[in-house]
Nanobody, 126 residues
């Protein structure tokens, strides 16, 4: 059974940094894409970043490019989201997801991912 467990959320001031972690178990990583999405109150779930587990290639939403970095640790079966220069509009519940979208154009679509974590709250104060 595939399981994703996020951690690392919290309250931070604007301009600060946080690192989210997603511990992965029960997954055969070959061909999998790991992603972070976020959802703010009253808004749709939004793509943040993705990484191809085997190749390590990364993809970002334009709103976070240059500020956020997605990475993975093969030995620890963990995916990270390093978030710098945080803004109040980054406030949301952040979700880790695993899936096997066949095209990179599908990486930003939430429906491409079959397994989701429970989410972790990130709040950025102004």
């Amino acid at each position: 059974q595939v399981q994703l467990v996020e951690s690392g959320g919290g309250l931070v001031q604007a301009g600060g940094s946080l690192t989210l972690s997603c511990a992965v178990s029960g997954l055969i990583f070959n061909s999998y894409v790991m992603a972070w999405f976020r959802q703010a109150p009253g808004k749709e779930r939004e793509f943040v970043a993705a990484i191809r587990w085997t190749a390590g290639s990364t993809y970002y939403a334009s709103s976070v490019k240059g500020r956020f970095t997605i990475s993975r640790d093969n030995a620890k079966n963990t995916v990270y989201l390093q978030m710098n220069s945080l803004k109040p509009e980054d406030t949301a519940v952040y979700y880790c997801a695993a899936g096997r979208p066949s095209l990179s154009a599908m990486y930003s679509y939430w429906g491409s991912y079959s397994t989701w974590g429970q989410g972790t709250q990130v709040t950025v104060s102004s």
